[in-house]
């Protein structure tokens, strides 16, 4: 499925929802109205269709709402046409993204990190976007940084920067030894989490389970505070915790070529064996799960001695 950004005007756009919405309850089911989608860079993209993911920014200005800008993803239901220049949806699946990422007082000039987020300044005007996995990334990834403390200057991190860190074979190692031998205690990185949540649609990525509260980022790779790789979406996936845990721990592992998911032997008996040769989709980046999958072989082969 595709995912879109709504710019909506609070007055005219929410079938009377309120534009502040405390629990997701009060906007699931709204009809919304929004403009027919283009490419960020311009011109006229494919439509919103059922089942779609859109993002829904209502709009800041008290003129247009006093919306919080970025307010909740849900999915499009009973997609139709409305005027020449528009559309309606129902929205369903709602999920409010908290803390709210706005940029009420941003100075036009200054770099957000996003190009999302700087069309988003260029026009004051109500648009709908259709982002690439690109874009969707960028955005979220900065979108959390902000969120808590406002505009600060942005220090993103890329797939393509990132991806060398992975070669020196001997960090990897010995950050997936520190992990198995001592579990760390961290606090949530929540534009990491709020990334995967997007990019597997707030289901766990081997059981499917849609419960969100039961759902934790994982990394492929375990990073340290600082390191590159902290946020990046390629080298995380989506848990139920029990499944992370196992994740952690070398019980299970992911299938670099394949994709397919690989469990100990110590879980032969066990609940999760229904999981063995599941496909995940989409997968992490190929070298980080192969760090990993060597790591879990070794560690097999350690347990059996």
């Given amino acids: 499925m595709t995912t879109f950004l709504l710019k909506i005007d609070c007055r005219l756009d929410l079938g009377g929802a309120t534009p502040l919405p405390k629990e997701a309850s009060e906007w699931e089911g709204a009809q919304i109205t929004f403009k027919r989608p283009v490419y960020l860079e311009g011109g006229a993209s494919a439509e919103v269709a059922d089942g779609d993911t859109i993002l829904v920014w209502t709009h800041q200005s008290r003129r247009h709402g006093g919306g919080y800008g970025l307010t909740a993803r849900g999915t499009a239901r009973h997609v139709r046409s409305g005027d020449r220049k528009t559309r309606h949806a129902t929205l369903t699946g709602v999920h409010l993204l908290r803390p709210h990422y706005g940029l009420q007082g941003w100075k036009r000039g200054v770099p957000t990190g996003s190009a999302v987020a700087e069309r988003i300044l260029e026009s004051f005007h109500r648009n709908t976007y259709l982002l690439t996995e690109e874009q969707l990334l960028e955005f979220m990834a900065v979108v959390d940084k902000y969120a808590d403390g406002g505009p600060r200057n942005p220090s993103l991190s ?6 060398a860190t992975v070669d020196n074979i001997e960090e990897v190692n010995k950050a997936l030894e520190t ?3 001592r579990q760390k205690v961290r606090p949530e990185q929540a534009q990491f989490r709020a990334a995967l949540l997007l990019r597997y649609r707030s289901r766990c990525a081997i059981s499917g389970c849609e419960v969100v509260e039961t759902l934790q980022a994982a990394h492929v790779i375990p990073v340290s505070k600082n390191a590159a790789l902290q946020n990046e979406p390629l080298n995380g996936l989506l848990l139920r915790c029990d499944i ?3 994740f952690d721990s070398a019980l299970l592992a992911i299938h670099p070529e394949t994709h397919q998911v ?14 063995a040769s599941c496909i995940v989709h989409p997968a992490p980046d190929q070298r980080y799960l192969r760090a990993q999958f060597d790591f879990f072989q070794n560690k097999q082969g350690e347990n059996s001695l």
């Fill in 158 to 163: 890329r797939a393509e920067e990132n991806l």
């Fill in 262 to 275: 690989v469990l100990s032997r110590k879980l032969t008996s066990s609940d999760y064996q229904k999981f």
């Fill in 244 to 246: 992370h845990s196992l």
């Fill in 179 to 181: 992990r198995y031998a």
